[in-house]
């Protein structure tokens, strides 16, 4: 993770975006019961994520470490 990426240290900053996206993001914190701007930073990591290329994404290693708590033995047959 980049440093200070998991601190909640927030930053203000000031930018613009298409009417529509602001509006789907509202919706989507809405109906998750989540503040905007907790969306909003899902929505920034997610990106940060996926142009890292020299690293995998966070919930790829999130999905590959629950399958090997999950089928660790399964794997281990497997590689015999």
């Not at 601190?7 to 203000?12: F, I, L, P, Q, S």
């Not at 929505?43 to 020299?54: C, M, S, V």
Request: without cysteine; proline residues 4%; positive net charge.
């Amino acid at each position: 993770m980049t440093p200070g990426m998991g601190t909640a240290v927030r930053e203000k900053f000031s930018s613009q975006a298409a009417p529509e996206v602001l509006a789907a993001l509202r919706r989507i914190a809405e109906s998750q019961g989540r503040q905007f701007q907790a969306v909003l930073d899902e929505a920034l990591r997610d990106y940060i994520d996926r142009h890292q290329k020299d690293r995998p994404r966070r919930h790829v290693m999130a999905a590959f470490a629950e399958s090997m708590k999950e089928f660790d033995e399964l794997y281990r047959e497997l590689a015999k």
